[in-house]
Protein backbone atom coordinates (compact mmCIF):
# COMPACT_ATOMS: atom_id res chain seq x y z
CA UNK A 1 0.00 0.00 0.00
CA UNK A 2 1.34 3.34 -0.92
CA UNK A 3 1.84 5.77 2.14
CA UNK A 4 2.66 9.68 1.47
CA UNK A 5 3.82 11.67 4.58
CA UNK A 6 4.54 15.76 3.46
CA UNK A 7 6.14 17.70 6.24
CA UNK A 8 7.06 21.41 6.52
CA UNK A 9 4.75 23.25 6.23
CA UNK A 10 3.77 26.16 8.64
CA UNK A 11 3.59 29.97 9.34
CA UNK A 12 6.09 32.21 7.37
CA UNK A 13 5.67 35.97 6.24
CA UNK A 14 5.21 36.90 3.04
CA UNK A 15 8.63 37.28 1.08
CA UNK A 16 10.34 33.71 2.81
CA UNK A 17 11.01 30.25 2.58
CA UNK A 18 9.95 27.00 3.06
CA UNK A 19 10.85 23.55 2.19
CA UNK A 20 8.62 21.03 1.75
CA UNK A 21 9.68 17.29 2.10
CA UNK A 22 7.19 14.15 1.03
CA UNK A 23 8.19 10.30 2.04
CA UNK A 24 6.97 7.87 0.07
CA UNK A 25 6.55 4.31 0.97
CA UNK A 26 4.97 1.09 -0.33
CA UNK A 27 6.88 0.67 -3.59
CA UNK A 28 9.81 1.84 -5.56
CA UNK A 29 8.93 5.28 -7.15
CA UNK A 30 11.72 5.88 -9.69
CA UNK A 31 9.76 4.78 -12.15
CA UNK A 32 6.85 7.05 -11.20
CA UNK A 33 5.74 10.75 -11.86
CA UNK A 34 5.87 13.22 -8.71
CA UNK A 35 3.89 16.38 -8.19
CA UNK A 36 2.89 18.96 -5.85
CA UNK A 37 -0.78 20.13 -5.62
CA UNK A 38 -2.67 22.56 -3.16
CA UNK A 39 -5.92 23.44 -2.07
CA UNK A 40 -7.01 27.09 -0.80
CA UNK A 41 -10.03 27.34 1.54
CA UNK A 42 -12.92 28.18 -0.83
CA UNK A 43 -10.87 27.25 -4.01
CA UNK A 44 -10.14 23.82 -5.98
CA UNK A 45 -6.93 21.59 -5.68
CA UNK A 46 -4.88 22.73 -8.62
CA UNK A 47 -1.59 21.36 -9.60
CA UNK A 48 1.36 22.98 -8.25
CA UNK A 49 4.70 21.42 -9.61
CA UNK A 50 5.42 18.00 -10.87
CA UNK A 51 8.42 15.82 -11.72
CA UNK A 52 8.61 13.02 -14.21
CA UNK A 53 10.88 10.08 -13.32
CA UNK A 54 13.22 11.39 -15.48
CA UNK A 55 13.37 14.65 -13.84
CA UNK A 56 11.43 16.59 -16.19
CA UNK A 57 9.81 19.46 -14.24
CA UNK A 58 6.78 21.11 -14.90
CA UNK A 59 5.79 24.21 -12.62
CA UNK A 60 2.42 26.59 -12.88
CA UNK A 61 2.58 30.03 -13.84
CA UNK A 62 1.88 31.39 -10.56
CA UNK A 63 5.36 29.99 -8.63
CA UNK A 64 7.52 29.66 -11.72
CA UNK A 65 11.17 31.40 -10.33
CA UNK A 66 9.89 31.15 -7.29
CA UNK A 67 9.39 27.19 -6.55
CA UNK A 68 11.35 24.13 -7.57
CA UNK A 69 10.77 20.86 -7.33
CA UNK A 70 13.12 17.75 -7.08
CA UNK A 71 13.37 14.35 -5.92
CA UNK A 72 15.65 11.82 -4.19
CA UNK A 73 14.76 8.45 -5.60
CA UNK A 74 17.37 6.79 -3.01
CA UNK A 75 15.20 8.41 -0.36
CA UNK A 76 11.77 7.93 -2.05
CA UNK A 77 11.57 11.40 -1.04
CA UNK A 78 9.76 14.53 -3.46
CA UNK A 79 10.36 18.18 -2.06
CA UNK A 80 9.28 21.39 -2.70
CA UNK A 81 11.42 24.61 -1.97
CA UNK A 82 9.54 27.61 -1.63
CA UNK A 83 10.53 30.74 -2.00
CA UNK A 84 9.25 34.32 -2.47
CA UNK A 85 6.43 33.42 -0.87
CA UNK A 86 3.00 34.98 -0.89
CA UNK A 87 0.06 35.43 0.88
CA UNK A 88 -2.00 33.73 -2.23
CA UNK A 89 0.41 30.36 -1.59
CA UNK A 90 -1.28 30.09 1.76
CA UNK A 91 -3.16 26.21 1.05
CA UNK A 92 -3.16 22.96 1.83
CA UNK A 93 -0.16 21.14 -0.07
CA UNK A 94 -0.66 17.62 -1.06
CA UNK A 95 1.99 15.19 -2.92
CA UNK A 96 0.76 12.72 -5.43
CA UNK A 97 2.21 9.84 -7.21
CA UNK A 98 1.72 9.49 -10.95
CA UNK A 99 -0.05 6.83 -12.03
CA UNK A 100 3.02 6.73 -14.86
CA UNK A 101 6.69 7.76 -15.28
CA UNK A 102 5.13 11.36 -16.85
CA UNK A 103 2.35 13.83 -15.70
CA UNK A 104 0.25 13.06 -18.21
CA UNK A 105 -0.36 9.87 -16.92
CA UNK A 106 -2.27 11.88 -14.10
CA UNK A 107 -1.83 11.21 -10.66
CA UNK A 108 -3.68 8.34 -8.60
CA UNK A 109 -2.30 8.53 -4.28
CA UNK A 110 -2.29 11.55 -2.26
CA UNK A 111 -1.03 12.54 1.07
CA UNK A 112 -2.61 14.02 3.77
CA UNK A 113 -1.81 16.98 3.02
CA UNK A 114 0.65 20.38 5.05
CA UNK A 115 -0.53 23.59 6.07
CA UNK A 116 1.54 26.36 4.48
CA UNK A 117 0.11 30.03 5.80
CA UNK A 118 1.83 33.32 4.59
CA UNK A 119 1.18 36.23 6.23
CA UNK A 120 1.17 39.69 5.02
Known amino acids: QVQLVESGGGLVQAGGSLRLSCAASGRTFSGYAMGWFRQAPGKERELVAT???????FYVDSVKGRFTISRDNGKNTVYLQMNSLKPEDTAVYYC??????????????WGQGTQVTVSS
Open 51 to 57: ISSGGTR
Open 96 to 109: AVGRGSFRSDGFGS
